[in-house]
């Protein structure tokens, strides 16, 4: 197969962490051939999605004495060519968030590839209709009480009467912007008036969960299945979990509370076309739902002894065949 990864620059993605170099070593480990591009480098000629494409050639990193370490350089590339999308098997869109005007642009883009002749992952209709915070609200069942709103009073209200809560900005990514409030802060007002920009902007604001002092879990979703799973535990002051911002990883085990949120959430993700997708659990409940390009695959490989890569490739590899199979049917 010709696998099309849309990522940012290569040259400042980390080997060792990174979710999409796990997958696209995986690919080239079980023979396929892997390409890359950026968003800004997608285009549309004679109705068609176009990309400026590169072939790569990546040496896999080594797990030693329990960390991944790279090679120096760690991949190469040939010069770009211009190529329609729709000669590859498969494009896995994994651009990282914020979702801006240029990613929308680009998912637009992706609009034009003959879902016939290849697969886009995850489906660009999808992360348009999937926000990930306010996705999760509809899953009314399996989230902590949860509001959204710009209107300070209607937060202060909801902060008073649950004693904590967390805010969260509807584009962040990372645990950026993510704020603990306290009914007691003085601070409150210039808080909420930051984040909102002066009550223009709508915010989600949680329950605080005691819990996540335990940890924020990550788990994998491939096509509704969940995969693999990791804690992140904050460390020192810091009240996020996010990798991003220091938290400690650790093993995870996917409890059945959690196989229920994921059987809750399977039909909605392959309806909307949400492949690989990664949820957020603390406590047992459902925070959000990360579909642009989720991470935490080297972590769970390493603790884990897995291999979810190569689960990713296998999954795209029977789906590829079993659409060729439909089609020569037909």
């Not at 603390?282 to 972590?299: A, D, F, H, M, W």
Request: hydrophobic share 40%.
């Amino acid at each position: 197969m010709k696998l099309a990864f849309i990522i940012d620059s290569i040259a400042r993605l980390d080997p060792g962490h990174d979710t999409s170099v796990a997958i696209m070593e995986a690919a080239q480990e079980l023979g396929h051939e892997v390409w890359i591009t950026q968003a800004h480098q997608l285009g549309v000629t004679d109705g068609k999605a176009t990309a400026l494409l590169q072939p790569v050639r990546l040496t896999p990193v080594q797990l030693v004495e329990g960390r991944w370490l790279a090679a120096n350089p760690w991949f190469e590339v040939d010069e770009p060519s211009l190529r329609f999308l729709e000669e590859m098997d498969a494009v896995f869109m994994r651009t990282d968030p914020p979702v801006t005007v240029p990613y929308l642009y680009a998912t637009y883009i992706l609009d034009y590839v003959d879902p016939a002749k290849t697969l886009v992952v995850n489906s660009p209709q999808g992360i348009r209709a999937a926000n990930e915070k306010m996705y999760a609200l509809q899953f009314t069942g399996a989230i902590p009480e949860t509001i959204v709103s710009q209107n300070k009073n209607v937060i202060r209200e909801f902060l008073e009467r649950k004693g904590s809560a967390v805010l969260k900005p509807l584009g962040g990514k990372a645990g950026e912007g993510i704020l603990f409030l306290d009914p007691s802060d003085r601070n409150f007002n210039s808080l909420v008036e930051i984040s909102t920009l002066q009550g223009q902007v709508p915010v989600m604001v949680q329950t605080y969960l005691p819990e996540a002092k335990l940890g924020d879990k990550r788990i994998v979703l491939l096509n509704g299945e969940a995969i693999g799973a990791v804690n992140r535990i904050p460390t020192g002051k810091e009240f996020r979990g996010n990798m991003a911002v220091g938290g400690r990883v650790a093993q995870a085990e996917i409890t059945e509370r959690e196989q229920e949120i994921c059987a809750q959430l399977a039909p909605v993700l392959q309806r909307d076309g949400l492949i690989f997708v990664g949820i957020d659990v603390i406590g047992g409940y459902l925070t959000e739902i990360n579909v642009t390009s989720p991470t935490g695959v080297r972590e769970i490989d390493r603790l884990n002894n897995t291999r979810l890569g190569q689960q990713v490739i296998h999954w795209i590899e029977q789906t590829r065949t079993a659409k060729v199979g439909a089609i020569s049917t037909t």
